[in-house]
């Protein structure tokens, strides 16, 4: 009995992580996750924390990509926390090349708009790679503070 539950653990197991191993050749995570948080506070001694963080997920074979973000806001005073709320989700970007391919990826952001932001939340770079060939384009994309976000990128030249 002992070997029988082996081999269905085993069997469930490969099940389990063959599907997300097809989907990890897909997909990659950037490696630049970030963090910032802010205080506040607010009338009758409360404080508030809110903290936000994001990523982004590249499609490796088509290099659409994903901004992602995730933050919690809690309100406590001196004795308890009053209210935690969540929120979060991905939207959709545009493709960074034209065709089809194998790429690699990155991306960074501007730090909370209190620092070096001149419209609004700041901006972001991305930075994709062709894998399979000497290929790499660099794209800035700044908040207008008039609704759409600017983005322009460069193929980058090799000396």
């Given at each position: ?11 469930a197991?490969?099940l ?17 996750q970030?963090?910032?948080c ?6 009758g ?15 490796t ?7 992602c ?12 926390v ?5 929120d979060g ?26 620092t ?9 770079s ?12 660099g794209c ?7 609704g759409?976000d ?5 193929d980058?030249?090799?000396?």
């Amino acid at each position: 009995m002992r070997h029988v539950m082996k081999i269905c653990s085993a069997a469930a197991l490969s099940l389990v992580t063959s599907e997300p191993a097809a989907w990890a050749d897909d997909f990659q995570l950037s490696h630049n996750q970030r963090i910032s948080c802010s205080r506040g506070l607010a009338p009758g001694k409360l404080n508030t924390a809110t903290c936000r963080s994001y990523t982004y997920l590249f499609n490796t074979k088509t290099s659409e990509y994903f901004r992602c973000q995730v933050s919690l806001a809690l309100t406590r005073d001196n004795k308890e926390v009053i209210n935690v709320q969540t929120d979060g989700g991905c939207t959709k970007k545009q493709r960074i090349f034209e065709t089809d391919g194998h790429y690699d990826f990155d991306a960074t952001e501007t730090e909370p708009p209190n620092t070096n932001s001149f419209f609004g939340p700041g901006g972001y770079s991305v930075w994709a790679a062709d894998v399979t060939t000497q290929k790499v384009r660099g794209c800035i994309i700044i908040s207008s503070g008039l609704g759409s976000d600017i983005s322009k990128c460069l193929d980058m030249t090799f000396q």
